[in-house]
T-cell receptor, first 114, second 114 residues
Framework: AQSVTQLGSHVSVSEGALVLLRCNYS??????LFWYVQYPNQGLQLLLK??????LVKGINGFEAEFKKSETSFHLTKPSAHMSDAAEYFC????????????FGGGTRVLVKP | DTGVSQDPRHKITKRGQNVTFRCDPI?????LYWYRQTLGQGPEFLTY????????KSRLLSDRFSAERPKGSFSTLEIQRTEQGDSAMYLC????????????FGSGTRLTVV
């Protein structure tokens, strides 16, 4: 069984400040981990993924995430927030034994203040 | 290729009516997934196909729900005797290789049952 917990359903940051979104996972098999972004009334867009290669993963739009097995975490960061980063972000876990289906966290909505 | 296409984008229906949604995946993708997303929540897995075979169904998929993928191309999701609790965004995604590419999501169909 797999599960994802995203700490904080809402995060407010000032433009130019660090964005940090927390994700902890549980998986009985080596996990594949993903971050997706969703804008209002849109589908989900892949930001980045971890698939057992480098533990520090760089994605689109300046985001990156670090896989820490000992902490079962995959937190998402961006050094400097931009107004266009306002959206909802979802962490997801999958694995070979899961039939490649994704299990999502509850999401974190990011508000960027000017 | 224009990505994953879902139709309609919005559907309002009266309780008790049947509705059908369509998903056209990226043409070379052999896997197709349906997810349901309620307000303020992450997407929840419903079912997936590899080519035309439906390989897994979630317990969320009651007997009022049925999905098909004839000929391994487009897919339909039908909900019979809709209930207000069925109101949600229904997301379709396709994948050729989860590890390399992740999923590509469509923009979703928002269902409102009144």
């Amino acid at each position: 069984a797999q599960s994802v917990t995203q700490l904080g359903s809402h995060v407010s940051v000032s433009e130019g400040a660090l964005v940090l979104l927390r994700c902890n996972y549980s998986s009985s098999v080596p996990p594949y981990l993903f971050w997706y972004v969703q804008y209002p009334n849109q589908g989900l867009q892949l930001l980045l993924k971890y698939t057992s290669a480098a533990t520090l993963v760089k994605g689109i739009n300046g985001f990156e995430a670090e896989f820490k097995k000992s902490e079962t975490s995959f937190h998402l960061t961006k050094p400097s927030a931009h107004m266009s980063d306002a959206a909802e972000y979802f962490c997801a876990v999958s694995g070979k034994a899961a039939g490649n289906k994704l299990t999502f966290g509850g999401g974190t909505r990011v508000l960027v203040k000017p | 290729d224009t990505g994953v296409s879902q139709d309609p984008r919005h559907k309002i229906t009266k309780r008790g009516q049947n509705v059908t949604f369509r998903c056209d995946p990226i043409s070379e993708h052999n896997r197709l997934y349906w997810y349901r997303q309620t307000l303020g929540q992450g997407p929840e897995f419903l079912t997936y196909f590899q080519n035309e075979a439906q390989l897994e169904k979630s317990r969320l998929l009651s007997d009022r729900f049925s999905a098909e993928r004839p000929k391994g191309s487009f897919s339909t999701l039908e909900i019979q005797r809709t209930e207000q609790g069925d109101s949600a965004m229904y997301l379709c995604a396709s994948s050729d290789n989860l590890i390399d590419y992740g999923y590509t999501f469509g923009s979703g169909t928002r269902l409102t049952v009144v």
